[in-house]
């Protein structure tokens, strides 16, 4: 299972990357504009900033929904390094650029996917990831785990390439939960992959541990 963060703060991507765990990062506009990066300028700056700490998978969204601005920007976006991942919506606008990006060579992300019928359309069309955004399924009393379930079987009948990426994870079990499931990726705040560390009794046996050689070792 890959380990993707979900987030455009560089300390926090340098954090996870540091642990040693990390294979990518995921960012939307939302979270660029969480981090005060604005301007085409400044955001290309910012892409570049990450794919400098990371050795791969820096998913980077278009603005565009029609199909020839979105090509425009994911060519621009792919030109920054070859880490760019473009992150492109199920729209079907989308739907077409997907297959066209992937007749180019250039790495794509199918995001904001809500159930297995976009996530078909995506894998059909060539995505090398798809997106379904879990955390926010179980917002609306919808079981987010149980997709990523269903659309590994299905990916699976069919031996789709395209990869699993459990989106919008918001807490250690649905990391947890998206790995017995079979999701390829899981993308995730700092905070959940540093959770995966936390059990008390871990603290405890290590605390009784570093004592009792401190006594045998005065
Ligand atoms: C990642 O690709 C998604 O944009 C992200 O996981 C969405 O997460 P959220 O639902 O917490 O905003």
């Known amino acids: 299972m890959k380990f993707f963060i979900d987030t455009a703060n560089l ?14 990062v995921t960012t939307n506009p939302s979270l660029m ?33 029609d199909f020839e ?7 621009e976006l792919a030109k920054i390094d070859d880490k760019i991942v473009v992150k ?3 729209i079907k606008e989308g739907v077409k650029a997907l297959k066209a990006f992937n007749a180019e060579g250039i790495r794509t992300n ?14 059909k069309a060539g995505a090398n990831y798809v997106s379904p955004f ?3 399924l179980d917002d609306v009393s919808t079981d987010g785990v149980a997709l990523i379930e269903q659309i590994v079987n299905i990916y699976d009948n069919y031996n789709f390439s395209t990869e699993v990426l459990a989106a919008s994870i ?3 079990m649905h990391l947890i939960q998206c790995a017995e499931v079979g999701a390829d990726v899981a993308t995730c705040p700092l905070a959940v992959i540093t959770g995966l560390l ?6 405890i046996g290590l605390e009784k541990f570093l004592s009792d050689y401190h006594k045998g070792n005065k």
Do not use: W
């Open 110 to 123: 199918c995001t904001l996917v809500f159930n297995a019928g976009q996530a078909i359309l995506a894998a």
């Open 11 to 24: 300390s926090e991507i340098r954090e996870a990357h540091e642990m040693g765990v990390l294979d990518g």
């Open 134 to 136: 879990l955390g926010r």
């Open 170 to 172: 918001r807490h250690v």
């Open 88 to 90: 492109v919506p199920m």
């Open 33 to 65: 504009a969480k981090e005060g990066i604005t301007g085409a300028e400044n955001i290309r700056n910012h892409y570049k900033a990450i794919c400098d700490i990371v050795e791969n998978n820096v998913s980077a969204e278009v603005i565009a929904t």
């Open 198 to 203: 936390k059990h008390p009794l871990t603290d």
């Open 69 to 75: 601005g979105m090509m425009k920007e994911g060519r």
